[in-house]
């Protein structure tokens, strides 16, 4: 079975350093996507990094980026110069090939950001 | 403009009632999909809907129906409510092809008092 697993719940970090979220997930395909969302107290779900697993090259998004390590299936998300808006759950999905595209998610990571 | 919506944000009901959420989207998708949030924030797929028909079933209480009208339009009904619906119930959509990335609604709190 596809799963992903966060081993975080929680996590904290001072405002302007750096923090790494980890995911690890299980799969055996070689192509897939994997996915960072961010759900502040107001609950929506917002797209935050996505990462296509035939791409070396690991993805960035301004001051988040992400280390793919296919072999090791892992996906950690590193935030950069950290803001008190970054104070979120973050969820790490993985998306299957085919399969109409569901999402597998992890149980998420919850990250305080302290002035 | 919104992309995705949901109706309503809060519903709050007795067990035993039968309540819907609508969800629609703007973005011209033609993939739909309604996912779960528990207490513990566990999100988990319940169906999809890819131009009008049913893709994704996941062993979901037959209480649970979703009704897509249109392709930008995906209805969850649910009838005989318990206190274990209680949750927060997410709409998303996506396009086929392209970016595959789901784009997600804000989100319906469901209680069951």
């Known amino acids: 079975a596809q799963t992903v697993t966060q081993s975080q719940p929680e996590m904290s970090v001072q405002e302007a350093e750096t923090v790494t979220l980890s995911c690890t997930y299980d799969t055996s395909e070689s192509d897939y996507y994997l996915f960072w969302y961010k759900q502040p107290p107001s609950r929506q779900m917002i797209l935050v990094i996505r990462?296509?697993?035939?791409?070396?090259q690991n993805a960035t998004e301004n001051r988040f980026s992400v280390n793919f390590q296919k072999a090791a299936k892992s996906f950690s998300l590193k935030i950069s110069d950290s803001q008190l808006g970054d104070a979120a759950m973050y969820f790490c999905?993985?998306?299957?090939?085919?399969?109409?595209?569901?999402?597998?998610f992890g149980a998420g990571t919850r990250l305080a950001v302290h002035p | 403009d919104t992309a995705v919506s949901q109706t309503p944000k809060y519903l709050v009901t007795q067990m035993g009632n039968d309540k819907s959420i609508k969800c629609e989207q703007n973005?011209?998708?033609?993939?739909m999909y309604w996912y779960k949030q528990d207490s513990k924030k566990f999100l988990k797929i319940m169906f999809s809907?890819?131009?009008?028909?049913?893709?994704i079933n996941e062993t979901v209480p037959n209480r649970f129906s979703p009704k897509s009208p249109d392709k930008a339009h995906l209805n969850l009904h649910i009838n005989s409510l318990e206190l274990g619906d209680s949750a927060v119930y997410f709409c998303?959509?996506?396009?086929?092809?392209?970016?595959?990335?789901?784009?997600f609604g804000p989100g319906t709190r469901l209680t069951v008092l």
């Open positions: 973005l011209g998708h033609d993939t």
């Open positions: 999905a993985y998306r299957p090939p085919g399969g109409y595209n569901k999402l597998i």
């Open positions: 809907y890819n131009n009008k028909e049913l893709i």
């Open positions: 998303a959509s996506r396009t086929s092809g392209g970016t595959d990335t789901q784009y």
């Open positions: 990462q296509e697993a035939y791409k070396q």
